[in-house]
């Protein structure tokens, strides 16, 4: 507890500590912990049943699939938990071809919906509608994209190592004949996940339509509390997302595929009106409608799940962000940067100097810099050369701003409003159409400018935000029906062809999946133009709550040098040496959470004092980067009454844990904190050390926990290394 305020005493244990105590009174999760240790847990594939079944198998989750009489998911267990997820078979995906709908696998004759028993299996027959399972192939992880780590961020490895597995569908009539149907799964080494994806093969001399495709149908286990009014529970002790995501900072805001259903054919539920909704649906929202050509492959989105074993909100939270670890290293690539607002070149050459000798690794030609990548002016290309080479000469890394989505090109190039047929109405009112002939000539611009220049990475505000556009003159998509689809593929190719040129992205929306590096980590813009000394507890509330969900390398901040957006003097840390106080404050939580801000201005520092404080925050920065860059546990959220605290824990680093704790107030707080410590995988006792002081050895208790009591001092903060 805290002997300032001794009623916040259960806040300070926090969240994580609960779930020490459920792994102990409850035996959860399986030891070793996967979370601690999860080299222990390899991905196998199995065939069992004389052939007549494939397993997918970690030791945290197992998928089984019946290959007889027709191919069908009939069992996914997690292993941990010793839950069942699967009530009763479906289709492994659904695709509309020229119009007619047709399943991919799938048994029927499972009369009880509520529930499936083995002993059923052999009395379930194929569809003679559906493609029909021809065999299968196994073996590693494969890329789908090319990616190395270019800059700072923990080592990990591309693709993800694990094991994958196809199976082959073909049709016996005659109108599908040709068509190849790969469904394709992939189990992860160390994690409860399981990513699928389909291709559909045109083997023959003719084109086809894709009109739509489901590549996921999981007729789940009923929730519990179903009686209640759908909403009102929760769902499933299941997280699921695709790459096929836009128009949000938040994996649920731009969430775009899954659904949950009703299943009008499970009459056993609870519910009389058989609103349950039970049957999980990973589709696009609207076609693709895509044509495919002879000897063509059409390839769907990636959808993964990721099967939780905790109903705890920091474990679920910590087991989100080991999937964005594992399947989107380029995320956790996190680099210093400042936000220049000036393309004039004394003023970025003074800037990538300051860079140097302060320790920041990249500079941001921000918007309102007058950079501008949309450029063929030879002349301008080649001013921007110079920067960007000079840049490198010194060891720093440059580039630049563009706006895409959320602007007027013109009534031509906009998206067309299906509902009313002309331009307006989009996600940000007016919006260019990424298949019009702007937008095809934008992408071909922005390659020729990265190219040309040798910038390193791409601020691209506004992206696509998933309009639908039904001009049928738009060279890029045929209509409607296909116009949200091939949008997105324009934009995500773009974001794989970055990837595999180590250009670093800064994307406002939740293309990680597709490549981008990082997205904002959750504020309010005009909160920037508030008193300073509101601005920085705000953003320590901001950078709490937007770790919940993203690793601290995954969301920016942001610190206004110069004024942003009104505000005036008080707003502002320029003239940076008059407001050194609120400067350094803004350096220590934002490098204490490993969270990087846009410092957005014409300068990191005016004065050799100035510049000694924001060297000193940078050096120990890299000093502890490995521990700060790592996960963070949300022990007390900023409050403004108290301290406040947030640890980093990493079982794997010889720094197991990094404690800060700060203290809002105008007088010292003196506190006694519960530090919970369990996913430092630490037991018995830990070494603690205040700053850089000795250390001192403290207990743990059968939970991970000890107590420290600390005393900071008025305004300021102090940390604590884990050994």
């Known amino acids: 507890m805290l002997a300032s305020r001794p009623k916040s005493a259960p806040v300070l244990m926090c969240l994580a500590a609960s779930a020490a105590l459920s792994q102990v009174t409850g035996g959860l999760p399986r030891t070793p912990d996967w979370l601690i240790s999860p080299g222990t847990y390899n991905a196998a594939i199995v065939t069992e049943d004389a052939g007549t079944t494939i397993r997918m198998q970690n030791g945290l989750i197992s998928r089984a699939i019946r290959l007889k009489p027709n191919a069908a998911t009939f069992d996914i267990r997690n292993l941990v938990t010793g839950e069942e997820y699967v009530r009763a078979v479906r289709p492994e995906a659904i695709l509309r071809i020229n119009g007619r709908r047709v399943a991919v696998g799938g048994l029927t004759g499972q009369v009880e919906q509520g529930y499936l028993l083995d002993s059923w299996l052999d009395s379930l027959r194929s569809d003679t509608a559906a493609f029909r399972y021809a065999g299968y192939e196994s073996g590693p992880t494969v890329a789908p994209f090319p990616y190395r780590k270019k800059r700072w961020g923990p080592d990990a490895p591309w693709p993800p190592p694990g094991r994958s597995l196809t199976l082959r569908f073909r049709h016996a009539s005659r109108a599908l004949a040709g068509i190849d149907v790969a469904v394709h799964y992939e189990l992860y080494d160390g994690i409860p996940l399981v990513c699928k994806w389909i291709e559909v093969h045109n083997g023959g001399t003719i084109p086809f339509r894709l009109n739509a495709f489901t590549s996921e149908i999981l007729a789940l286990v009923e929730p519990h509390w179903s009686l209640d009014a759908p909403g009102t529970w929760d769902r499933y002790n299941i997280h699921v997302e695709s790459d096929y995501a836009f128009f949000g900072m938040t994996v649920a805001q731009a969430n775009k595929t899954a ?16 609103t349950t909704p039970c049957l999980l649906e990973c589709r696009p929202p609207l076609g693709p409608d895509v044509d495919v050509a002879p000897e063509e492959t059409f390839t769907t989105f990636r959808t993964f799940e990721l099967f939780y074993d905790s109903s705890e909100l920091e474990r679920r939270s910590l087991e989100l962000r080991r999937m964005y670890r594992v399947v989107a290293p380029w995320a956790m690539e996190n680099p210093i940067f400042l936000h220049l607002t000036s393309i004039e070149p004394d003023v970025v050459r003074s800037a990538v100097d300051q860079c140097v000798e302060a320790g920041f690794e990249m500079i941001i030609l921000s918007f309102g810099s007058g950079v501008n990548m949309e450029t063929d002016d030879e002349a301008a290309i080649a001013r921007m050369k110079a920067l960007a080479d000079y840049a490198h000469a010194r060891g720093i890394e440059l580039g630049g ?13 906009d998206v067309i409003n299906p509902a009313t047929g002309r331009t307006g109405g989009a996600a940000f009112g007016n919006s260019p159409c990424l298949g019009s002939r702007w937008g095809i000539e934008y992408f071909r611009r922005i390659r020729a400018f990265i190219e040309r220049t040798g910038f390193d990475m791409l601020e691209h505000d506004g992206s696509y935000p998933g309009d639908i556009c039904a001009s049928t003159s738009h060279p890029g998509h045929r209509g409607e029906n296909d116009s949200q689809w091939r949008q997105w593929k324009t934009v995500t190719d773009f974001y794989k062809w970055c990837r595999g040129r180590d250009i670093y992205l800064n994307v406002p929306d939740w293309y990680f999946l597709s490549g981008s590096n990082k997205t904002a980590v959750g504020y309010r813009e005009t909160n920037w133009s508030l008193p300073r000394d509101r601005q920085i507890l705000l953003g320590r509330q901001n950078i709490f709550d937007g770790t919940w969900y993203k690793t601290p390398s995954m969301g920016w901040t942001f610190v206004p040098l110069v004024e942003y957006q009104g505000g005036g003097a008080a707003a502002t840390l320029e003239p940076l040496s008059e407001h050194l106080e609120a400067y350094e404050a803004h350096l220590a939580q934002n490098f204490g959470s490993g969270i990087q801000a846009c410092y ?28 700060l860059n790592s996960d963070i546990i949300h022990m007390h959220r900023p409050d403004g009454r108290a301290l406040d605290c947030m640890l980093h824990v990493n079982p794997a680093l010889p720094e197991k844990g990094l404690l800060m704790v700060y203290n809002p107030l105008t007088q010292p707080l003196t506190g006694t904190i519960t530090v919970p410590l369990y996913y430092t995988g630490l037991t018995g006792s830990v070494r603690i050390r205040q700053e850089e002081g000795n250390a001192q050895t403290y207990a743990l208790d059968a939970y991970g926990r000890t107590e420290i009591t600390v005393t900071v001092q008025p305004r300021s903060r102090t940390w604590y290394t884990i050994e």
């Open 600 to 627: 957005r201005g014409r300068r990191l520092y005016d004065t050799d004092t100035t510049r000694g404080v924001v060297k000193k925050w940078t050096d120990w920065y890299k000093k502890h980067r490995a521990i």
């Open 259 to 274: 659904y949950w259903r009703t299943d009008s054919t499970f009459t056993s539920q609870v519910d009389y009106g058989l």
């Open 401 to 413: 701003y563009s706006l895409l989505a959320s602007r007027h090109v013109s009534d031509e190039d």
